[in-house]
């Protein structure tokens, strides 16, 4: 049994997320928020419990004692039987006839205590087994711990957890260091106590909205990240709706444009780090979330859109890793070819396919659709320049590039020749190539470029291999790079 106030945890918690004057001392800035949160992630029973009780901390402190292996119904009955033997023992031994008498003999059920020749000093250091002291004895209050009545408490009576929490409902810019601090202490309750809390937070509009309005910050972005991805009680319909709801948010709100853009490409790092989560990937790659994901990829603002290719790239990884475990083609049984409709220079190009195997179906189908535009956006010319010591400029390549790049580097590891195929067709080998030319000096490009041209060789997709290799006998015979 241990024995802690809550209102020492409540005070506690102002050095994790109150940030201190800028007149205050080193110790108030840096020592006490530090040893504060690591005391707080130790996960002691003692420490985690006081969260989930009721609490107000304006009234009275009263102690609050917490056992490690019984569990909190067992505790009330538990404790009340403690006082009940306790009271009954004084009052049996007051009611004794021979209580005056030194050198009384005291009988109890569980031990029998001597007390023969008790001298007065011994008396007064001892009170708690003399007799005359019996009615001086003060019983400790008995912890207000929630019974079944109490069960399913609504946001508000937990007023520590509460407090906690209060870090992330401001509208201006948290704190880093005590972002990490909150994101220890959140993760120690995760830990230690995950049904109550994964129920607590995502039965909370209101906490679940903070989260991803400060998820620019690191720290809440990844905590935010365990949060949906915790799979305790994912089975339960109820939470595992939750999740699914507050996710198509998060895809709505930067579809429409609702979200800053530090917070939206924060959100879209949060969807891929839940792309590795078994559990979630079948929701995020249905039509509905990939359809307007894809929309996201033509984006005007290069940022968006590189972060949206991402995320389609990583799906796209993820859910051929679960369908493929022996590297072969996602698409090796068509039925039929692809066929095209209107023309590949129309934004409105519909590619279908009938394929067995529906894993990556729906996520490669949207994304071959727009690789018309997104061949397009390689093609632009840079619009950033690199001066150097030697008084010129070299072109810079934006994220943009980058993640293009990755995208089709992701479908060439498909190993699927239809693929392929579309990919000669669309000029991409001759663009890829003109990008070396361009970046000349871009040695992490030209690595990623003779990757894909690697991989492909090594599947044998015929489609590239024909397009790559008169390319590079033609740039090796025009002298373009060395």
Avoid: W
């Avoid at 018309?372 to 390689?378: E, Q, R, S, V, W």
């Avoid at 498909?414 to 970046?439: C, F, G, M, S």
Wanted: glycine content about 2%; overall charge negative; hydrophobic content about 35%.
């Amino acid at each position: 049994m241990f024995s802690m106030k809550p209102k020492i945890v409540y005070d506690m918690l102002d050095y994790v997320i109150e940030e201190p004057s800028t007149d205050s001392d080193e110790k108030r800035m840096y020592k006490f928020p530090f040893m504060a949160a690591e005391v707080l992630n130790t996960e002691v029973n003692c420490l985690m419990d006081p969260f989930f009780i009721p609490f107000d901390p304006t009234a009275e402190s009263t102690s609050i004692i917490v056992s490690e292996i019984i569990s909190e119904e067992a505790k009330e009955s538990e404790l009340i039987e403690e006082g009940k033997e306790f009271i009954d023992q004084v009052n049996e031994d007051k009611t004794t006839e021979n209580k005056e008498e030194r050198g009384a003999f005291i009988s109890d059920e569980q031990d029998d205590i001597c007390v023969m020749g008790i001298e007065e000093d011994q008396q007064e250091a001892n009170p708690h087994y003399t007799l005359e002291n019996c009615d001086s004895v003060i019983l400790n209050p008995l912890p207000n711990i929630p019974t079944n009545e109490n069960k399913g408490n609504t946001e508000g009576e937990y007023k520590i957890l509460e407090k906690l929490l209060s870090f992330i409902k401001v509208d201006t810019e948290v704190n880093s260091v005590l972002a990490g601090y909150f994101e220890k202490v959140v993760q120690a309750l995760l830990n230690s106590r995950k049904t109550k809390m994964l129920n607590y937070l995502l039965n909370s509009k209101e906490h679940m909205q903070n989260l991803l309005k400060h998820c620019y910050n690191q720290s809440i972005a990844d905590l935010l990240g365990r949060i949906l991805k915790a799979e305790e009680d994912i089975t339960k319909d109820e939470l595992f709706e939750k999740k699914q709801s507050f996710i198509e948010a998060i895809i709505s709100s930067i579809v429409n444009g609702e979200l800053p853009l530090e917070i939206a490409k924060a959100s879209y790092k949060v969807l891929i780090e839940l792309s590795l989560c078994p559990n979630l990937l079948e929701f995020l790659t249905s039509e509905l979330i990939v359809c307007r994901i894809c929309t996201q990829i033509i984006n005007e603002n290069e940022e968006l859109a590189s972060a949206a290719l991402d995320y389609l790239a990583s799906l796209i990884k993820a859910k051929s890793n679960t369908s493929t475990n022996d590297n072969s083609s996602v698409f090796s049984s068509y039925t039929t070819p692809f066929r095209t409709s209107v023309t590949r220079n129309s934004l409105n190009i519909k590619i279908a396919f009938d394929a067995p195997n529906k894993d990556c179906k729906t996520i490669v189908t949207h994304c071959l659709n727009y690789l018309k535009p997104l061949k397009d956006k390689l093609e632009t010319k840079p619009t950033k320049y690199l001066p150097t010591q030697f008084n010129t400029t070299i072109p810079i390549c934006s994220p943009l590039k980058f993640s293009i790049i990755e995208l089709v580097h992701t479908l060439v590891r498909l190993k699927d020749v239809e693929v392929a195929r579309e990919l000669e067709t669309l000029e991409y080998p001759k663009v890829l190539l003109d990008l070396i030319q361009i970046h000349y000096m871009s040695s992490y490009l030209h690595s990623r470029i003779y990757q894909i041209f690697s991989d492909a060789l090594t599947s044998k997709l015929e489609p590239l291999v024909e397009a790559v290799n008169p390319l590079f006998i033609l740039v090796r015979n025009e002298g373009r790079f060395h």
